[in-house]
């Protein structure tokens, strides 16, 4: 069984390498109780990323940052799992 990050990883290279231009995509896989989770973009960097918030007993994860919460960006190109 391959590594879920491996796999997501390859998955992104493979269609960067088969497409002209890739402006966003985001990528989710659920395996058990883990969400792996790619975020990818071309430019507009405010526009694309993903941001999460781990805490309170809760993950979030989203394009749109709401609420008073502590949020993380994703970097592009980034595989982070919860």
């Given at each position: 069984?391959?590594?879920?990050?491996?796999?997501?990883?390859?998955?992104?290279k493979l269609i960067l390498r088969n497409s002209e231009?890739?402006?966003?995509?985001?990528?989710g896989l659920i395996i058990d109780q883990?969400?792996?989770?790619?975020?990818?973009?071309?430019?507009?960097?405010?526009?694309?990323?993903?941001?999460?918030?781990?805490?309170?007993?809760?993950?979030i994860i989203c394009s749109e940052r709401f609420g008073d919460y502590d949020w993380k960006r994703f970097e592009k190109g980034e595989i982070r799992s919860f």
């Open positions: 069984r391959m590594d879920p990050r491996q796999a997501m990883r390859t998955v992104d231009k890739i402006e966003g995509m985001n990528i883990n969400i792996y989770v790619l975020n990818q973009y071309a430019a507009h960097e405010e526009y694309y990323s993903l941001y999460y918030y781990v805490g309170e007993g809760m993950t």
